[in-house]
């Protein structure tokens, strides 16, 4: 039988590097130990850096704790852990100000020409929110966040991130029963660029791998979120908690040779509206105040839905945001990059209307979790998007994921220095393989086979999982994946692994558990729903879609 037989070991992994991950990393590392950080592309290629909105944080006297908990309890549909919802928000100003110590610079009034409120930070407004309180540096917060903490990483010799790397399984003991789901002592990892498996071992690894947004045919998300982290749990044993709210955008740019290019809430925290026409030679109304109070300021699930229902009903392609009304030096200065990919597009919106549509953007459930981050198997963590605390609830509120990816690695950081000693105490027994073995496997020569699952996965996630379901589309999702994973695990015993591989392996068991879920739930709630539950029922409040890998 062959092996690869490289170990190498750290006193902590961490499996993504986008802010949860880094800052997992950054919070972990500051102890000195040695910290491993995978990432299967460049250090800063993931959602993180894609996040045009900003953070959502307390920081105006006329906000409260209390209101920020509320907008989010609201927003979650009755299926939020109030106590890590708390727990999070009181954080979030602390979270603030360490990524602000460290160099980030979010936008303030004087930046935008308010010289009697020079050192006031901007605080816009997005969906959900009945106070201004996202920070955010211009229309590019996230990629300023990454650079951040890519920066404060780099800076730690203590710290090693491997580039390149894609994680292929963890490292398990064995699991025994429910009660004793084993213990995680690494991970397997792919050098993409060598071919080769390396075992990497530590008493902690923390999942940060982020979301799954290519298990959907269109998407917000970059190539790499094909939902690893949750996979890879799910196969070890973690619990996985309510995969099937998945958050659709409302608003992706529309447009031919543009793909996946999100036009940010802030835009209508700042007055934009969105308007449907009824055939091709009509002038866009209006719509939104057929659907909920706040108008286009309403929650991403029930905006994504409303122009859902519009397109059906109008048979249109888009529906379109409308910012006119504000002058074009104003709308550079404010979201720069927005209006430079629209001009790319042929799109001056100053002057022109927006096209949009709904696609793939957020995962609200994930690896079942605390709010410090730990999952049902002992040494191992997860954060994130991958991660399920409770924040989100059945839809997050806006502005709240960078939020978390701040907050959570904190605690988590605090937690682990303070257990170290006593995880640091096991070590792998004799059911743990520490060496990759690939058996008889040979290198593919069918690769055209994975690109045809990918599609095939992809394209009906979108027709019977999508923002509308019903019963008889998950079931016809359900007996197309059990056939393809099926085809899929043979072709992953007989064939070398290559990223390709794992990611079809991955998105097949992230599409298999999000059907699952949405099977589970006979209500409409949140991101989910369902024409033949198509009402909220009161007594599931609170009550989480738990499912974990059968023995």
């Not at 989100?392 to 509120?397: E, F, I, K, M, V």
Request: one cysteine or more.
């Amino acid at each position: 039988m062959k092996s690869q037989n490289e170990i190498l070991n750290f006193d902590h992994i961490v499996i993504g590097s986008g802010l949860a991950g880094l800052s997992s990393a950054l919070h972990l590392g500051r102890s000195g130990r040695r910290v491993a950080v995978v990432t299967k592309r460049d250090v800063d290629e993931c959602n993180s850096r894609l996040a045009q909105g900003g953070v959502a944080c307390v920081m105006d006297a006329l906000d409260t704790f209390d209101e920020h908990v509320k907008d989010t309890l609201v927003a979650g549909a009755g299926l939020c852990n109030e106590e890590n919802v708390r727990a999070i928000v009181e954080a979030g100003p602390e979270a603030v100000q360490n990524i602000i110590d460290l160099g980030a610079q979010f936008t303030t009034r004087g930046d935008l020409g308010f010289e009697s409120e020079r050192d006031a930070y901007d605080l816009g407004r997005e969906g959900g929110h009945h106070k201004r309180r996202v920070l955010h540096a211009g229309d590019i917060t996230g990629a300023e966040l990454e650079r951040v903490m890519v920066e404060a990483v780099r800076k730690l010799d203590n710290i090693t991130v491997f580039e390149y790397h894609t994680a292929i399984d963890l490292v398990m003991s064995l699991r025994r029963s429910t009660d004793n789901p084993g213990r995680c002592f690494g991970v397997y990892v792919l050098d993409n660029n060598s071919g080769k498996v390396i075992t990497m071992l530590a008493p902690t690894t923390v999942i940060a791998s982020g979301g799954a947004g290519k298990v959907y045919l269109y998407t917000s998300n970059p190539d790499i979120a094909c939902g690893s982290g949750v996979a890879m749990a799910y196969r070890a044993g973690a619990k996985i908690a309510n995969m099937e709210f998945i958050q659709f955008h409302p608003t992706i740019l529309h447009h031919e040779k543009i793909r996946s290019f999100l036009i940010s809430e802030a835009l209508r925290g700042e007055g934009a509206v969105l308007k449907s026409a009824e055939n091709r030679n009509s002038e866009p109304v209006e719509f939104m105040h057929k659907y909920h109070p706040m108008k286009s300021l309403a929650p991403r699930d029930i905006v994504a839905r409303a122009i859902d229902s519009e397109m059906k009903r109008t048979g249109a392609e888009c529906v379109y945001l409308d910012i006119r009304h504000i002058p074009e030096d104003k709308l550079r200065l404010r979201f720069p990059h927005i209006f430079s990919k629209c001009l790319e597009a042929g799109i001056n919106m100053a002057k022109d209307l927006i096209p949009v549509v709904p696609a793939a953007h957020f995962i609200c459930g994930g690896i079942k979790t605390s709010v410090n981050g730990e999952t049902s198997i002992p040494g191992l963590y997860a954060v994130g998007e991958c991660a399920c605390t409770g924040l989100h609830g059945a839809n997050r509120l806006a502005s709240n994921s960078l939020l978390e990816a701040m907050v959570v690695p904190m605690f988590l950081g605090r937690v682990i220095s303070k257990d170290f000693d006593e995880l640091s105490k096991s070590a792998p027994d004799s059911s743990v393989d520490l060496s990759w073995k690939c058996g008889n496997a040979t290198d593919s020569d069918e690769q055209v086979v994975i690109a045809h699952n990918w599609e095939e996965i992809r394209s009906f996630m979108w027709d019977y999982v999508g923002i509308y379901r019903t019963n008889k589309r998950l079931e016809r999702a359900r007996n197309r994946i059990e056939l393809l994973r099926k085809e899929i695990d043979k072709y992953y015993r007989d064939y070398l692994v290559t990223t390709d591989l794992i990611e079809l392996r991955n998105i097949a068991t992230v599409a298999e558990l999000i059907i699952t879920c949405s099977l589970l739930r006979h209500e409409s709630r949140g991101a989910h729903c369902n024409a033949d539950y198509p009402e909220r029922n009161p007594a599931m409040d609170c009550i989480d879609t738990v499912i974990e890998r059968p023995l």
